[in-house]
């Protein structure tokens, strides 16, 4: 469950959000569009709580958020399997019991085999599989993901998404994707909410999708 | 001394591990036969590359013997004269005497410097306050030429260890300061970020995230501070000792030994090469190994 009450969020002086209200039920899939600074990425920080809003209130479930970013974003120095198991680290597990879980999720995400390499030895494609295999390795309530194909050639979006989905389905995190693909959102998602600058929130029709 | 600039030695140095894969690891299937191309390749270049700088060293070596047949032997000593000089020395206990102590008192400063320039570095690397209120030491220390701090330790610690050790360990503090500092300002934003959303602690940034994030300029700074260090240490013998190599060299030119004298200089630049090519790069080669693929 996530819960927007009239949030406002500056930055300087210029005011990305202004009095947003929105609910998101638990295990409801929501996809986001809307044109580029119009506050997407600041919505899914202030899930997170890295950021905090300066009016209004962000509620969120207990538990674990897990997101995927718009990059990558492993660390290059460590495996593919070690870049998995740090959040489980940073989540109090040991070391070997954080490597195991993330070895399972790394071949959930067909990357069996490529445990010990490096960030730089892997394609873009591949990468990105490692960040959703961190993502679900922490068992996460929440799911954030921050336009998780915009940087994944055609060819490869088609399979990421279904490994993406599978995995979500079974899982059924309350999942929050921000795209600014509403062909995408529309397949992917139960419901789409257009952010629209100034204007907050509008809902859009996905019934008659194919 | 005082001109140091960060991310010098990254250049210098970074040279001979950006050019392409070293073969052996890499991607599968297809891509492997072309890297295992690009392997041979880059071995051949670098096998190349060696053969100039062997050129280079004995270009040189033929430049010093032609002069020495110009310029007389009371300033310069021939190669074969130099050669025999420092045979005579390895040969007593003079030169490995003199070497251990010059050592020792160059690993003791350069430790001490360094790690007093890398632990200042990474908080201030974090806080701006910390950072500007260091900004003034860190011009000073840069400023001061190293011939007045020597002239000062000596007149506060007197002749000997504890001058040039302090020496040394002033005049490498702020390259590696200046080194640590930089990097941490240079560790990716996208990586801190992810490591917050994902609640790491304190020390799981640290050891997952900054230092190995900076661990490409803080070597290079190292190496930086090695020769800075190895220059500092022959200044304060030579000003504020009486043993060293430092000291052996001016006593040398005293008594107008030119062989003896040039001697020490090979000695110095063995042991700058021993710390360099034996210690530093292979160091440096084996915590940056996760570049190999060219990231």
Same mark, same amino acid.
């Given at each position: 469950m996530?819960?927007?009450?009239?949030?406002?969020?500056s930055f300087?002086?210029?005011?990305v959000?202004?009095?947003?209200?929105?609910h998101?039920?638990?295990?409801?899939?929501?996809?986001?569009v809307g044109?580029?600074?119009s506050?997407k990425?600041?919505?899914l920080?202030l899930?997170t709580?890295?950021?905090?809003p300066?009016?209004?209130s962000?509620?969120?479930?207990?538990?674990?958020v897990?997101?995927?970013?718009?990059?990558?974003?492993l =660390?290059p120095?460590?495996t593919?399997v070690d870049?998995? !198991?740090?959040?489980?680290?940073?989540?109090g597990r040991?070391k070997a019991?954080a490597?195991e879980i993330?070895?399972?999720?790394l071949?959930r995400v067909?990357?069996?085999?490529?445990?010990?390499?490096?960030?730089?030895?892997?394609?873009?494609?591949?990468a990105?599989r490692?960040s959703?295999?961190r993502a679900f390795?922490?068992e996460?309530r929440i =799911?954030?993901?921050?336009?998780?194909?915009?940087?994944?050639? !055609?060819a490869?979006k088609g399979?990421?998404m279904?490994?993406?989905t599978s995995i979500?389905?079974?899982?059924?995190?309350?999942?929050?994707?921000?795209?600014?693909?509403q062909a995408?959102?529309?397949r992917?998602?139960?419901?789409?909410?257009?952010l629209?600058p100034?204007?907050g929130?509008?809902?859009?029709d996905?019934?008659d999708?194919? | 001394?005082?001109?140091?600039?960060?991310?010098?030695g990254t250049? %210098?140095d970074? /040279?001979p591990?950006?050019? %392409?894969p070293? #073969?052996g690891?890499?991607f599968?299937?297809?891509?492997a036969?072309?890297e295992?191309?690009a #392997?041979?390749?880059?071995?051949?270049?670098?096998?190349?590359?060696a053969?100039?700088v062997?050129a280079?060293?004995?270009?040189?070596?033929v430049?010093w013997?032609?002069?020495?047949?110009?310029?007389?032997?009371?300033?310069?000593a021939s190669?074969?004269?130099?050669?025999k000089?420092?045979?005579g020395?390895?040969?007593?206990?003079k030169?490995?005497?003199?070497? @251990?102590?010059?050592?020792?008192? @160059?690993?003791?400063?350069l430790?001490?410097?360094?790690?007093v +320039?890398?632990? @200042?570095?990474?908080?201030a690397g974090?806080h701006r306050?910390?950072?500007?209120?260091l900004?003034?030491l860190?011009? $000073?220390?840069m400023t001061?030429p190293?011939?007045?701090i /020597?002239?000062?330790?000596?007149?506060w610690? +007197?002749?000997? *260890?504890?001058?040039v050790?302090f020496?040394?360990?002033v005049i490498v503090?702020p390259?590696?300061?200046v080194?640590?500092?930089? +990097?941490?300002?240079?560790v *990716?934003?996208?990586l801190?970020?992810?490591?917050?959303?994902?609640?790491?602690?304190?020390?799981?940034?640290?050891t997952?995230?900054?230092l190995?994030?900076?661990?490409?300029?803080?070597?290079?700074?190292?190496t930086?501070a090695?020769g800075?260090?190895?220059? %500092?240490v022959v200044?304060?013998e030579?000003? #504020?000792?009486?043993n060293g190599? +430092?000291?052996?060299?001016s006593?040398a030119?005293?008594?107008?030994?030119?062989?003896? @004298?040039f001697?020490?200089i090979v000695v110095?630049? /063995?042991l700058m090469?021993?710390?360099?090519?034996? $210690?530093l790069?292979?160091?440096r080669?084996?915590?940056m190994?996760w570049?190999?693929?060219g990231?």
């Amino acid at each position: 469950m996530i819960v927007f009450e009239e949030v406002s969020k500056s930055f300087d002086s210029l005011e990305v959000l202004s009095g947003l209200s929105f609910h998101i039920a638990t295990g409801q899939m929501v996809g986001m569009v809307g044109p580029s600074g119009s506050g997407k990425t600041t919505i899914l920080k202030l899930v997170t709580g890295i950021l905090t809003p300066d009016k209004g209130s962000v509620r969120v479930a207990e538990g674990v958020v897990g997101y995927v970013f718009q990059e990558p974003r492993l =660390l290059p120095w460590r495996t593919a399997v070690d870049n998995v !198991a740090a959040p489980l680290r940073a989540r109090g597990r040991i070391k070997a019991e954080a490597r195991e879980i993330a070895a399972h999720w790394l071949r959930r995400v067909e990357l069996g085999g490529f445990e010990h390499y490096h960030p730089a030895e892997l394609s873009g494609g591949m990468a990105q599989r490692v960040s959703i295999a961190r993502a679900f390795a922490v068992e996460p309530r929440i =799911l954030l993901m921050d336009e998780p194909f915009s940087n994944v050639d !055609a060819a490869l979006k088609g399979s990421l998404m279904q490994i993406l989905t599978s995995i979500i389905r079974e899982r059924k995190p309350t999942v929050l994707y921000v795209t600014h693909d509403q062909a995408e959102a529309i397949r992917l998602a139960d419901r789409v909410v257009e952010l629209v600058p100034g204007n907050g929130l509008r809902e859009l029709d996905v019934r008659d999708r194919a | 001394m005082g001109s140091t600039t960060p991310h010098k030695g990254t250049e %210098a140095d970074g /040279a001979p591990e950006s050019g %392409a894969p070293e #073969g052996g690891v890499g991607f599968r299937g297809v891509v492997a036969a072309s890297e295992a191309g690009a #392997g041979r390749r880059s071995g051949m270049v670098r096998r190349a590359r060696a053969a100039y700088v062997v050129a280079g060293v004995l270009a040189m070596l033929v430049a010093w013997q032609l002069l020495s047949f110009v310029v007389s032997p009371a300033v310069m000593a021939s190669p074969a004269d130099t050669a025999k000089a420092l045979a005579g020395l390895a040969w007593g206990s003079k030169l490995w005497v003199e070497l @251990l102590i010059t050592l020792k008192r @160059l690993v003791i400063g350069l430790a001490m410097g360094a790690a007093v +320039g890398w632990l @200042l570095g990474i908080v201030a690397g974090v806080h701006r306050q910390l950072r500007s209120f260091l900004e003034p030491l860190r011009w $000073v220390s840069m400023t001061v030429p190293a011939v007045i701090i /020597a002239v000062l330790a000596m007149l506060w610690f +007197g002749l000997g *260890d504890l001058a040039v050790i302090f020496l040394v360990a002033v005049i490498v503090f702020p390259t590696m300061y200046v080194n640590t500092v930089s +990097g941490v300002q240079a560790v *990716d934003r996208r990586l801190t970020e992810m490591g917050q959303v994902y609640h790491f602690s304190r020390r799981l940034l640290l050891t997952e995230v900054y230092l190995p994030g900076i661990a490409s300029p803080v070597l290079a700074g190292l190496t930086l501070a090695t020769g800075v260090a190895v220059r %500092a240490v022959v200044l304060g013998e030579v000003l #504020g000792a009486m043993n060293g190599i +430092g000291h052996a060299f001016s006593r040398a030119m005293a008594y107008l030994e030119t062989p003896e @004298l040039f001697a020490w200089i090979v000695v110095l630049l /063995a042991l700058m090469a021993v710390i360099e090519f034996g $210690v530093l790069r292979p160091v440096r080669r084996r915590i940056m190994r996760w570049r190999k693929a060219g990231g």
